[in-house]
């Protein structure tokens, strides 16, 4: 008589209550079942049961904050330590090549600290707005959370991103050469909103912005931008800002290099002039070939990168892959991106991903069969008002190699044959 | 329910009724959070010196003999006995000429365009372990120490709320302030744009040893 193929799952159904029965009976017998069960699973998982699925898992509240899974405990912000003195006035790298999204975890948001974090307490943290105003205001965190708020996703990225990669190809990290970039929901108060409610003087054409850190940090912001669309916020992707961010309240200047967008804010103070402080004189500048400074460089040039693959994340054999990236603009949105798998001769329009959002992270994707062969990867970004770009000999051509900041060159990945990514420059 | 419109409404409105009265009420906004601080508050917290021309700078003087005394205790572990620098942290001497060559040295003497920015950043951040803990006079006596230190002032400088916003620095008309960006032009060219054989690797990371871990224990790797 021939079985039907229902006929054969029913008796395997039968075994399988057959066997528990058995291990109900025996508890020793239970316990060898379960190693060689255990056993069994490893290398083909289907259709054995893992001990996981074999037992009763924790409860809620057993982690009441919760945390990633432990084989995912390697992916956290990281420094470098031969850059800097010490890790107070320094910064760490965001893990872009284990992020698969366009928000940035809040544990894994970079930092950059100019005189290492305060542990603010927010009960007694006051935000003074004062000068060319008609009505000094102090304000609480009480105060500041009754006005009337706003959430955008936009980016932030400190200048000195690619800073290292200036002169030469020098980190095999997309961590690290690419990591001082992230991007979150930020809720908070329109900075229009405050300076509505000061009354701004007819004088009044800047502002300075300070924090409550040792550093005191300060620099000074034309009004066109504090009117425009900066955010003085106190939340990040809807939790209280962490103390690393800023907690109780950060300036969000949306688009332009991560310092201005101050900490731990305590003060704005309106003014008819720039302050020139020493962020805005001795650190945030340019330093040309001819020893001529740009200062007062704000804005992020649109700039793209490769997350998948990447040094960190090599391809396992010839095959079909997607290649994966973040691409992003400080002047608005981004309109195209271009990859190509033979150092820029060709290249392919890749797909981007919603949301495509203003001064934002955007992913975009491109199907790429790998033969197997050698090949350099890299992407071409343009944003919404049509700016391309650039190669790094096109940057250094007109801004030499000292200029530490505002490095927004297309990278480029070598992929050798046995699959690993390097972190090359080529000319 | 309260709409978005509803706020607008209410700001708008009290905006107009505030503004006619802010000149009488003086101290309300349109939404009427918080308070008016006191001009205590306001003195405690307004701390800054403009760089361009020391609006800010408060009453006080220090010269350059002071300086050298605060200097050796507060600041030289760090920056060494004579603005040398020592270890990682910054140089505070020298540098002049660099701008231009391979391994520029921006630093007080050879890079900063303004000589009140140092008063400012020194009052407002240093010493590193105690920011904003020096009294005024040795604030503006270690101005004048580092001034004097890369030659910009003599030995018997003064600094105070006048002579600092006159003293010239070396580099002050190396800036612009406008950003003349973008810069640069990429044409996006899609197909051939090259023969792909022409393309050379000019440099690499791998094998250069910088990199720190990227997996495992945070990385502790020394100075290079």
Redesign the interface.
């Known amino acids: 008589m021939t079985a039907t193929a229902g006929d054969e799952e029913s008796s395997g159904a039968v075994r399988v209550v057959g066997r528990r029965s058995l291990l109900r009976a025996s508890g020793a017998l239970a316990a060898s079942m379960l190693v060689r069960g255990g056993a069994s699973a490893e290398g083909a998982a289907p259709p054995a049961d893992h001990p996981w699925s074999q037992s009763i898992g924790a409860g809620v509240v057993d982690r009441p904050y919760g945390k990633p899974a432990d084989a995912e405990a390697g992916v956290i912000r990281r420094n470098v330590p031969w850059l800097t003195a010490g890790t107070e006035s320094s910064i760490s790298f965001s893990p872009l090549q284990d992020l698969h999204g366009i928000i940035t975890p809040n544990g894994l948001f970079f930092e950059r600290y100019h005189a290492g974090r305060p542990d603010v307490e927010a009960s007694q943290h006051r935000l003074m707005i004062h000068g060319l105003v008609e009505r000094p205001l102090i304000l609480t965190m009480k105060d500041i959370l009754r006005f009337p708020s706003t959430s955008r996703i936009h980016f932030i990225e400190c200048p000195a991103n690619g800073g290292m990669e200036w002169r030469a190809a020098q980190l095999n990290s997309l961590q690290f050469t690419h990591g001082m970039i992230s991007c979150a929901e930020w809720t908070g108060v329109k900075l229009s909103t405050l300076l509505g409610e000061v009354g701004l003087k007819k004088e009044a054409k800047w502002a300075l912005v300070e924090g409550a850190d040792g550093a005191h940090m300060t620099r000074s912001l034309p009004l066109e931008k504090c009117l425009d669309d900066c955010l003085v916020v106190y939340a990040q992707n809807s939790e209280a800002l962490r103390p690393e961010q800023g907690y109780p309240l950060r300036l969000v200047v949306p688009g332009w290099e991560g310092n201005v967008s101050i900490k731990w804010l305590r003060r704005i103070k309106v003014g008819d002039k720039p302050w020139y402080t020493r962020e805005e004189t001795s650190k945030y500048t340019d330093l040309m070939p001819d020893g001529k400074s740009r200062g007062f460089t704000w804005a992020i040039d649109a700039k793209s990168v490769i997350a998948f693959p990447c040094p960190e994340k090599p391809l396992g054999g010839p095959g079909l892959y997607e290649i994966r990236g973040l691409a992003w603009s400080g002047a608005g949105k981004v309109k195209e991106v271009h990859v190509s798998t033979d150092g820029g001769a060709n290249w392919r329009k890749a797909e981007l991903k919603e949301p495509v959002l203003s001064k934002a992270l955007t992913r975009f994707t491109l199907p790429w069969r790998w033969d197997g062969g050698p090949a350099l990867l890299e992407s071409r970004v343009i944003d919404e008002t049509g700016y391309v770009q650039p190669t790094i000999s096109q940057l250094r051509k007109i801004r030499g190699t000292n200029s530490v900041y505002h490095n927004n060159s297309i990278q480029t990945w070598q992929v050798k044959a046995d699959g690993s990514i390097f972190d090359v420059q080529t000319g | 329910m309260f709409r978005?419109a509803d706020?607008r409404g209410v700001?708008g409105a009290l905006?107009v009724l505030?503004?006619m009265s802010?000149a009488l009420a003086?101290?309300?906004?349109?939404?009427g959070?918080?308070?008016?601080?006191t001009a205590a508050?306001?003195a405690g917290?307004?701390?800054?010196a403009?760089?361009?021309?020391g609006a800010g700078l408060p009453l006080g003087k220090g010269d350059v003999a002071r300086g050298t005394d605060v200097f050796a205790e507060q600041c030289a572990a760090?920056h060494g006995t004579f603005g040398e620098g020592e270890?990682?942290?910054p140089k505070l001497v020298g540098g002049k000429g660099t701008?231009?060559g391979d391994r520029?040295e921006?630093t007080?003497g050879s890079?900063?365009?303004?000589a009140v920015?140092?008063w400012?950043?020194i009052n407002?951040?240093m010493p590193?372990p105690s920011?904003?803990t020096l009294p005024t006079d040795d604030v503006y006596a270690l101005t004048a120490y580092i001034l004097s230190l890369n030659d910009i002032v003599p030995d018997d400088f003064v600094a105070d709320k006048d002579s600092l916003p006159k003293v010239k620095m070396p580099?002050h008309d190396?800036?612009?302030?406008?950003?003349?960006?973008?810069?640069?032009?990429?044409?996006?060219?899609?197909?051939?744009?090259?023969?792909?054989k022409a393309?050379?690797?000019?440099?690499?990371?791998?094998g250069?040893n910088?990199?720190?871990?990227?997996?495992?224990p945070?990385?502790?790797?020394?100075?290079?």
Request: with cysteine.
């Open positions: 978005p706020w700001i905006g505030v503004s802010a003086g101290e309300r906004g349109p939404l959070y918080g308070r008016a601080p508050e306001i917290w307004d701390i800054d403009r760089g361009d021309d760090c270890g990682r942290f701008l231009t520029p921006p007080v890079y900063w365009p303004f920015t140092l400012d950043y407002r951040a590193m920011p904003h580099n190396s800036f612009s302030w406008t950003d003349p960006r973008p810069d640069t032009v990429n044409k996006p060219c899609m197909s051939n744009c090259f023969d792909p393309i050379q690797i000019v440099s690499t990371a791998e250069k910088l990199t720190p871990r990227t997996t495992g945070l990385d502790d790797m020394q100075p290079k």
